[in-house]
């Protein structure tokens, strides 16, 4: 089947940070993919080249055949239409209840009557487990039911795409148990494709059917999550981010640091230069 | 001397580096301005938004320009009646107070007023929307901000300055009255008929109402400017409002000098 995103020899700069070095990817139809990779690798940058918010200076970024950085207008907007997001905040209009929150798009984008909006809404809030959370205002949720609102918001139009930021980043189990079946579920009931960034391992093994793994401006694996492990021997980096093992150089530098500091404060004898794991002396 | 000369570079490269980032600025205000020209129209197809947006940056902002207006009438009344008696000509009040008022400083100082109170108020909402991700989220719903929240706002400032500046002068002709008339003794009569006979409709009022209607849209396209390109984060969102307040404030009152010396001048 035709991949649903495609990139192809894409390379993106941040002034003089290279970002994406010509990279190749082709995100499957009605899957859900994973991006990872660690912090500052430009996770967030690649869902905003999906969706055209910012272009790539060389190379394509084709989603359903449209080169996002060529399209026009108003062929990028009818793109956008077929999406939906999920940002890693959440980012809900603070000025508007939960409920015109999710309502915004459909009060945008279609000339239902209100009533029907209205069940719409409902409908969706019922869906993320908020019906009860209609009539709050943003400020008022926590973080993980104002994510879920969010989730409601990003599938007002029944969009066919679907991204999500981080979406476990600063969740507390339950909450991260909840939107992992609700991404799962989702996919599946409304067959949605689905792209998630995050550097959660076990969460995004447990939904992913594919992971690319990007570090450096370059994917530096990618396959299903038993691939990866498969892999994982054989790929150093791919082993130390997976096991999440400290990196080598930073921890001898750090412990002999940690030995320098001790030694000034006089609780570690000068000549002991082997590094130690036993605490004080 | 190499010191004289490494500090005598630093401050020229110090002030090249202020040009440039200047220029970029300046350069960046002037592609916003064009790309917000494009949705000016567009906007009013949603009117209710526009309405709303006149009420958050006037209706709120009538306070302080009620308080104003009153106080500078009454401060116009006295210095211009200790001014007017020695000539024997405190019959001229009204029309001295009017003028004053409805030329000059009723859109003048509403306009700084309005900076402060709305201008900035519409930046932090603007920049915080922005740090907020929530400009973004928009974007990707296939809504256009500039047409949704910055056209709307720039509307809101064009459309409520020269109404708040005509209830300035109001205010301030009525604080002058009650000062120069009940307090001091002015005849009534004489303060509203020279104030009848002598000012001009066309001339004294529209020139006011262009000034303040230039004033609004100064600072309607500064503070949606400055909000809209603020740095996402809390120092930017601090700075951006600053600048909002400094930058439409001395606008306002260069413009003020050129639009006095074209509408007045010889």
Redesign the interface.
Known sequence: MKPYIQFEQMSFSRGRNLIFDRIDMAIPRGKISAIMGPSGTGKTTLLRLI?G?IKPQSGRVLVDGLDMAKASSQAL??M??R?G?L???G????DLTAADNVA??LR??TRLPPALIARIVALKLQAVGLLTAADQMPAALSGGMARRVALARALA?DPELM?YDEPFTGQDPINVGVLLRLIASLNQALGLTSVLVSHDVAEVFAIADCVFVINEGRVVASGSPDELRAQMPHVPFLRQFLEGAPDDTQSVAGQQSANNLARALGLKRVDDNRPSTKGTR | MNRVFIALFNGLAALGQGVLSAAAHTGQLFLFTGQLMGRLLPAWTRPKLIVQEIYAIGVLSLVIIVISGGFVGLVLGLQGYNILSKFNATESLGVMVALSLVRELGPVVTALLFAGRAGSAVTAEIALMKT???L??M??????PLR?VIAPRFWGAVIAMPLLAGLFSLVGIMGGYFIGVLVLGVDSASYWGQIQQQMQPMDDVMNGVIKSLVFGAVIGLVAVFEGFNAEPTSLGISRATTRTVVLSSLLVLGLDFILTAWMFGA
């Open positions: 969706g918010q907007l009818a956008r239409r999406l997001m940002f890693q905040n980012a809900l209009f603070t915004f798009p945008e984008h139009l991204l | 907020t991700e929530q973004s989220a974007e990707m719903m296939a809504v256009d949704r």
